[in-house]
């Protein structure tokens, strides 16, 4: 198992739409235990693998405070919204940044699970929120682009300074 690098923002290959996985191997599942180790040391809840620069359509996700109960989404689709529910995000993509986004409160999701095995999940809460925002990341979106411009480009600002001081 490796940790891997996360993309930092505002670099342009998050902005890289996610392929669909079309075959499970032992490959797809070494990465999957790697996002997982990834995403429990930055520390973090959801991984993306667009955010490793790995464009294909898997997250994972753990949002237990015991880092037990990992869920594992492959070519995930959300086939049903419910509701409004504001909650403030942070991202391993952009560490230190936190603002309020809106999203659905509940959703019915349908993926593979590391197997390939079809299942659908309905959920509501933090898991509901973080389904969305890594979801978003598959297609290239990341979670401070729902903010104006204006709040946009100061984030910009401060991640590329943080950049420059970290050389």
Not at 24 to 51: C, F, H, N, S, V
């Amino acid at each position: 198992m490796a940790i891997l690098k996360i993309l930092q923002y505002p670099d342009e290959r998050l902005h890289t739409v996610a392929t669909p996985v079309s075959e499970i191997t032992d490959q797809t599942r070494t990465l999957i235990q790697d996002m997982a180790e990834t995403m429990y040391a930055a520390p973090g809840i959801g991984l993306a693998a667009t955010q490793i620069d790995v464009h294909q359509r898997i997250i994972v996700i753990d949002t237990s405070e015991t880092h037990d109960q990992l869920h594992v989404f492959i070519n995930p689709e959300i086939t049903a919204r419910h509701g409004e529910f504001e909650y403030e995000e942070g991202c391993l993509s952009v560490p230190g940044i936190y603002g309020k986004v809106k999203r659905a409160e509940s959703v019915t999701v349908s993926a593979l699970d590391k197997e390939g095995k079809p299942f659908t999940l309905d959920t509501s809460g933090l898991l509901a929120v973080c389904i969305q925002h890594e979801m978003d990341h598959l297609e290239g979106k990341v979670f401070v682009e729902y903010w104006s411009k204006f709040k946009q480009s100061r984030v910009i600002a401060k991640m590329k300074k943080r950049q420059r001081s970290a050389m």
